[in-house]
DNA sequence: TTTAAACATGAAACTTGATTCATGTTTCAA
DNA sequence: TTGAAACATGAATCAAGTTTCATGTTTAAA
């Protein structure tokens, strides 16, 4: 049993592949319409497979969601860590780590909305995804100051801060908004998060 | 009429307060148990009026949280100016925006939630409810940076880096911990917004 | 005082979906 | 090869929950 794994583990090759094929298509319709507009039925149509079929694997529309969430953390995070291996400097990690989580959320616009409604469909799971974030950036930030390489502060207050900003910013201007590269988003943020706003 | 007025407008004391009634009992419903778990029956009850009511005066479930939620920026928007009205400085004026909205949220974290999950329920409400705020922001960075009291920059990515800003901490510190005093919180978040991260 | 418009009632009509289940079909270890 | 476990089916069931409506009661302007 992994234990990333929500649902029924299936146990042939046949069960592996549907499984699969409900949970992207769950990542479609609950990304495209939401937790409540969007059916079982819509999930089974778009996977090719009968209503009954859902609950060989998932006990109810709200574990799918969850499994769903979790999903998206782990891919969330793999990108990021993907994109910033190897750079020294934690702020220019944290930079490059905030373009690369712009251009995550406008590419994958469907799992930035699943987050998001978790918070009323699953809370623990909203926690959790953001507990994981946080604790992550707080822990960068400590041995970015014991480095010198930023200033001491609340980092736990700032880990929170900079994961707000993050998210309003990817989503008035990742999602609602396309115009802006995420090059000049990333640099005007940063040019805030760096110097701040006194003169 | 009245623009800010949803729903039917009552033409009599009785009708009036009964609307109120419905109004009322709606945040304390959605609020508390969100738009989906929460029935038109519950607010009705707690209103003390017959489902039937709820019809004169709102022809849908929709119709009265979308009520709620620009009822809630009203009253957010005239409780922070009310905390801020007569401070000269912009920084020190955010400052103490800050820690009203905090303390704003705590005390009414059913409305809290209510404009959250309008993400999800009315999206047009949402983004409207943020544009006024992040408009706001931006005028007032402007008029602060032409008075040299805060340094030149992208004012309107600097608003929504505000705007989640406060909305996580207020999530994070004051929805879901509570232990931590706002002026606490404040003090560490300005460390942040006037001073960034750098060394 | 009237009386037409407003307001109030709550049971019933209607929708909408999630979940079940009785009945097959496939898979794969032995 | 075989048969028990896995997997698949989709119509039927069942539980909510929103909205309507036929029937009264109250309000307030004239």
């Given at each position: 049993m992994q234990p990333t794994s929500e649902g029924k583990t299936p146990k042939t090759k046949r069960g592996i592949k549907t499984k699969a094929k409900l949970l992207e298509a769950a990542e479609i319709e609950f990304g495209s319409r939401g937790f409540h507009e969007c059916m079982i039925a819509d999930i089974t149509r778009r996977a090719g497979?009968?209503?009954?079929?859902f609950y060989i694997y998932y006990e109810s529309k709200e574990e799918i969601f969850r499994e769903l969430v979790s999903h998206m953390g782990r891919l969330t995070r793999s990108y990021i860590a993907q994109k910033i291996?190897?750079?020294?400097s934690r702020l220019e990690a944290e930079k490059q780590g905030f373009k690369a989580y712009i251009e995550f959320a406008r590419e994958n616009k469907n799992l930035y909305r699943i987050v998001m409604e978790s918070q009323f469909v699953a809370l623990d799971a909203f926690k959790e995804y953001y507990r994981v974030f946080a604790n992550a950036y707080e822990t960068n930030l400590n041995v970015a100051v014991e480095k010198g390489q930023i200033r001491a502060g609340n980092n736990e207050i700032r880990a929170w801060s900079l994961i707000g900003l993050s998210t309003y910013l990817g989503l008035k201007f990742g999602i609602w908004d396309e115009q802006m590269p995420a090059q000049e988003i990333t640099e005007a943020a940063f040019d805030f998060i760096e110097n701040g706003l006194k003169p």
């Open positions: 497979v009968a209503m009954g079929t291996s190897g750079i020294e």
